[in-house]
């Protein structure tokens, strides 16, 4: 059972240049997150996904787009790389069911846009 | 909207005494959760504790215990007998007790903490 991974782990990638992150979780879990990281700003939601297929914005969507066509991957797309899109990305899931499970979170992933 | 304040944006404690660090956060809500969690170097997030707002008792895992106050909407985190392993960012977190609410999480800023030998 390895939980919530993330490919890469770190990435650079040059301004207007496209990448895919991979989050992937073998818990089974209908809820999954991506949050973006940035010194002094704490965790930030960008989009999220409530099941296989669905998806829907965070707090901090511009410039990102997400697909989960399978319950066990959700996937975090950068079209046209900004350096404003500097940093550190987290995944998470959670089941659903009992209001009290909470969200499991992979290793992170670094991406330097330059 | 729901807020989430971390007014220290760093601390620091020698070994083997206590700190504490603080949260306050904006909600209309009556129920809901608070978290604190961990980050050390690594990365890795780990789930230190948890409160219920409709519980009265402050929760309490082994060294960390934290003090909840509704009326004032405040949720502090009190770590005893500190270790070196417990230097890390620690993030207070929010979330809605709503399904509604897709349980999404808001988190304050952090706060560094330095343990000094």
């Known amino acids: 059972n390895a939980g919530v991974t993330q490919t890469p782990k770190f990435r650079v990638l040059k301004t207007g240049q496209s990448m895919t992150l991979l989050c992937a979780q073998d818990?089974?879990?209908?809820?999954m997150y991506w949050y973006r990281q940035d010194p002094g700003m704490g965790l930030r939601l960008i989009h999220y996904?409530?099941?296989?297929?669905?998806?829907a914005k965070g707090e901090v969507p511009d410039g990102y787009n997400v697909s989960r066509l399978k319950k066990q991957n959700f996937l975090l797309g950068l079209e046209s790389a900004a350096p404003s899109q500097t940093s550190v990305y987290f995944c998470?899931?959670?089941?659903?069911?009992?209001?009290?499970?909470?969200?499991?979170f992979g290793p992170g992933t670094r991406l330097t846009v330059t | 909207a729901q807020t989430v304040t971390q007014s220290q944006p760093e601390m620091s404690v020698q070994e083997a005494e206590t700190v504490t660090l603080s949260c306050t956060y904006d909600?209309?809500?009556?129920?809901?959760?608070l978290f604190w969690y961990k980050q050390p170097p690594s990365r890795q997030m780990i789930l230190v504790i948890r409160?219920?707002?409709?519980?009265?008792q402050n929760a309490t895992e082994n060294r960390f215990s934290v003090n909840f106050q509704k009326a004032a909407k405040s949720f502090s985190l009190k770590i005893s007998d500190s270790q070196l392993g417990d230097a890390a960012m620690y993030f207070c977190?929010?979330?809605?007790?709503?399904?509604?609410?897709?349980?999404?999480?808001?988190f304050g800023k952090g706060t560094l903490l330095t343990v000094n030998p």
């Open positions: 409160q219920e707002a409709y519980k009265q």
């Open positions: 977190a929010y979330r809605s007790p709503e399904r509604g609410s897709n349980y999404k999480l808001t």
């Open positions: 909600t209309s809500e009556s129920d809901y959760y």
């Open positions: 998470a899931s959670r089941r659903d069911g009992r209001i009290t499970y909470e969200q499991y």
């Open positions: 996904s409530v099941g296989e297929g669905t998806t």
């Open positions: 818990m089974n879990h209908e809820y």
